[in-house]
């Protein structure tokens, strides 16, 4: 299987997006607005064309030392009465394998920079203070083994960050040949020792994070150079990785947003990249952008109103104009691509939940977060020629989460469940689709009213997700399909009550996917998208 981001060869991508940020009048309203009705929509979708292919690592997680990100959220211990498979919980193992989440990010985030190995390994475990995160203790219970049994349990893939911030390469290079070797070193046989033999896979290698900040606030010129020494010893000595598309891809620390100093870093490290010689390289740049409109944090989570809603989504799709200046960036000293822009944290940063520790980032997960989800995988496949993998912040309990849980109970939030409804489109290829957006306005806030992408499946099958971001008006839907016939549709669609409203541990089902009405008619497909809403429909040939 391959399953790395490596570009290969794909078609040229055509007549891209006409959607979110687009000229509008494209295709056309076919039915003018009358009083507060909204036109229908047309869409046009060419099946005949094709564009690049939806790498399956767009659909990536991050779980941080963070709060309950991971002690209660993946780790209660092997003497919990939560029920669990060598102490990581069964219920949070279930939920994301039905996830198929091709690779999670993993130590950190700015623990990444405080990690140090070596405490996580073996019997005797030497407890820490976490500094990143409220201050708390940090008992290394769940370490590399423990990790790597998790992603075993949910079957997805390593993306493990080195510490360049506090750490040396060495310490890099001995945890690489910890997890690699496979001949009988010292470490080896230590890692043989504390029960796993065989050497670990370790696809996707991060080499520090945000160095520009909580990694050791080093200047681009400087981070460079500590790249490229990291970049140099961290090797990794598994048989099976050693070339070809099995081999670790190193991932650099790229920016964190879209103002002047993020693309002087961007143009540092690419331009360094281009000038490298054959002791190391780089295979992808990473850039973290969270929706938050200000730090600190301000927006909550829950109990807001269409005020925040539109403004927290006018930040959310700020994503497609700040991944645009970077790539402009690559593309000048990288015309090939060859470098993937690794969006390895996005996602909602909101105020801490009222009762909860600051430092731990608890927030609730709305509608408007499964909003925020799709149009982020939206903007993604529409840049799938340069953005090939991506991981929201974070798993579980942390900021936009997948999960929450409160002790021995557990929900799945919207943005699960849009996490889910996405999945025909791991590794589908894109299709270009047509539409004029329209506009949804409050106060001096426009945005687009709706936003979709089309894929097309192994099995033939074309997708399209489909947004409605205006909360108050439903959008009729008309989709003319060329080059496909049609046979059958059929979807799933998610919305909710409220543009608040959210799952709790007493009413879990508040916000969850319901059968979608498509109708067929020769080429064409109808259907009407639900005020704030999101909608995956299959199109079988
Ligand atoms: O996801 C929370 C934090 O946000 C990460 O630790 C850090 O990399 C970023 O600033």
Redesign the pocket.
Known sequence: MISSFLRRPTAPTVALVTGLLAAPAVIGVIAQERGTAAPAVAIAVDASKSGAKIDRNLFGQ?A?H?GKGIYEGVWVGPDSPIPNTRGIRNDVVAALKALKVPNVRWP?????DDYHWRKGVGPDRAAQINP??GGVVEPNTFGTHEFMDFIGQIGSRAYLSVNVGSGAPQEAAEWLEYLTAAQPTALQKERAANGHPEPYVIPYLGIG??NW???GNMTPEYYLQQLKTFARYSRNFNPAQREGDQRMLKIAVGP?GGGPRWTEWTDVIMKGWKARQWSWDMDGLSL?N?TVVRFPPKFASVGFGEGDYATILQAAIEMDRIITSHSAIMDRYDPEKKIALVVD?W?A?YAPLPGSTPGF?AQQNSVRDALIASLHLNIFARHAERVRMANI??MIN??QAMILTDEAKMILTPTYHVFKMYLPFQDATFVPVSFDAGTYRHGDITLPRLDAIGAKDASGTLWLALTNVDPNRPAEIVTTLAGFTPRAATGETLTAPAIDSVNTFEAPTTVVPKPAQVKVEGNRLTLTLAPKSVTVIGVRP
Request: charged share 20%; glycine share 20%.
């Open positions: 991050f941080e963070l950190g985030g700015c623990f990444a990143d995160w994070n945000e900040d909580c990694g964190g973290h969270y944290e996602g940063w980032l912040a974070q942390v900021l």
